[in-house]
C-alpha cells in the first residue's frame, strides 16, 4: 500500500498539477462574453443551468436594451423573460436580475462592488459568481467551484469535500493566491475536454503523472452508467 500523502508533498502535487494545466490551457479565462463587471454578473447569473455557449448567443441583445443597472430594473419582467427564455429558468432568472439591479442603485450607486463581502451580500450572489467577478474584472485573487472543479478536484485528490465552500478553502490552501483564478478556469476547461464526468479520457490527460486515480478500475453505476471511481 502505498504510504499516505503528506501535505508538504501534496501542495507540491498540486504546484504541479497547476503547471501542466497552464501548458495545456495558456488562455485561463471564463468562456463567457462581457465588456464590464455588469455583463460579467449578468452573465454569469444566466449562466446557471445553462450552458456558456448559449448565454453567449441571448446577451449580446440584452446587453444591447439593458446596458446597466438601471435600465435592467426599470425594464417590464416579460421583456427580460423574452430575451432570456432560451437559457432555461427565466423567470427565476429574470427576478434575479432585476433584483440584483435594483440592490445595486440602492446601495452601491449602480456599481458592482469589488470585495467578496460586498459581493455576496447582494440577492442572488454566491461566492462562484463573486469569485468570476473578483478574478475576472478586479484582478483579485478568485478560486471559483463549479461542478467541473468539485469533480476533479476530487478526483485528483485535492478536497475529500462536497461543499463547495470547503473545496475553495482546501483549494486556496494548496496554492498561492495569485493562481486561484487561473487554476479553476483550467480545472474547469480540462473538466469538459478530457477529464468529464461519465468517461473520463484518461489516456489523454497530461495531470496522468500526478493523478492519483491512476488504475482505479472505471464503476459501473446502476443503469449502465460508467464512472471513474
Known amino acids: 500500500m ?24 495558456p488562455q485561463a479565462r471564463i468562456s463567457l462574453d462581457f465588456h464590464d463587471a455588469w455583463q460579467c454578473l449578468v452573465a454569469t447569473i444566466l449562466s446557471a443551468q445553462c450552458t456558456d455557449e448559449r448565454v453567449n448567443r441571448v446577451t449580446p441583445e440584452l446587453f444591447a436594451r439593458l446596458p446597466d443597472p438601471r435600465a435592467t430594473a426599470a425594464a417590464p419582467a416579460e421583456l427580460i423573460e423574452r430575451m432570456i427564455a432560451s437559457t432555461g429558468f427565466f423567470r427565476q432568472k ?14 452601491f450607486d449602480g456599481q458592482v462592488p469589488d470585495t467578496m463581502e460586498e ?20 484582478g483579485k485573487p478568485g478560486l471559483v467551484v463549479d461542478t467541473h ?19 475553495e478553502q482546501d483549494l486556496q490552501a494548496l496554492l498561492p493566491p495569485a493562481q486561484w483564478t487561473a487554476f479553476s478556469m483550467r480545472l474547469i476547461l480540462h473538466g469538459r475536454r478530457i477529464c468529464v464526468a461519465q468517461r473520463p479520457r ?9 493523478c492519483p486515480r491512476v488504475g482505479v478500475p472505471v464503476k459501473t453505476r446502476p443503469g449502465g452508467k460508467r464512472q471513474v471511481g
Open 2 to 25: 502505498a504510504a499516505k500523502e503528506t501535505a508538504a508533498q501534496k501542495k507540491q502535487r498540486a504546484l504541479r498539477l497547476a503547471a501542466r494545466l497552464e501548458q495545456s490551457y
Open 94 to 107: 429574470t427576478k434575479a436580475l432585476q433584483g440584483v439591479a435594483r440592490a445595486l442603485l440602492e446601495r
Open 119 to 138: 459581493l455576496v451580500s447582494l440577492p442572488g450572489v454566491g461566492r462562484k459568481t463573486a469569485n468570476v467577478i473578483l478574478g475576472h474584472i478586479f
Open 149 to 167: 472543479v468539485r469533480r476533479l478536484s476530487y478526483r485528483l485528490g485535492l478536497s475529500v469535500q462536497r461543499d463547495p465552500g470547503k473545496i
Open 202 to 210: 484518461c489516456e489523454l490527460c497530461p495531470l496522468e503523472p500526478d
